[in-house]
């Protein structure tokens, strides 16, 4: 089986910082593509940025210039630096990677989800 166990949610001012940790861990012969994904209520559950295993990040237009996506392959863990966090980011924040495993006999890509880590930014 594998988890996804993400941390670093919390209420923050606008303005301010946080980072979202998510470590996977399993029987996993590889992690292709890690992302952060949210949820605000009411709305679809959109993209906010992926990064794949050689580091090529992918962002929402309106997280660009605020937001950093990184991961340490050795740890499978992705972090999401957040900076300049305004109340619009209000949302529950879901980690995903996107896995190769082995299932049985057979080789599988299969993609798992974190339980999610709210993040609430105040006016």
């Known amino acids: 089986q594998v988890q996804l166990v993400e941390s670093g949610g919390g209420l923050v001012q606008a303005g301010g910082s946080l980072r979202l940790s998510c470590a996977a861990s399993?029987?996993?012969?590889?992690?292709?593509?890690m992302g952060w994904y949210r949820q605000a209520p009411g709305k679809q559950r959109e993209m906010v940025a992926t990064?794949?295993?050689?580091?090529?990040?992918n962002y929402a237009d309106s997280v660009k210039g605020r937001f950093t996506i990184s991961r340490d392959n050795a740890k499978n863990t992705v972090y999401l630096q957040m900076d300049s966090l305004e109340p619009e980011d209000t949302a529950v924040y879901y980690c995903?990677?996107?896995?190769?495993?082995?299932?049985?006999?057979?080789?599988?890509?299969?993609?798992?989800w974190g339980q999610g880590t709210q993040v609430t930014v105040s006016s």
């Open positions: 399993g029987s996993i012969i590889r992690i292709n593509t």
């Open positions: 990064v794949t295993s050689g580091g090529a990040a």
């Open positions: 995903k990677a996107e896995t190769i495993r082995v299932v049985g006999v057979t080789i599988q890509a299969l993609d798992y």
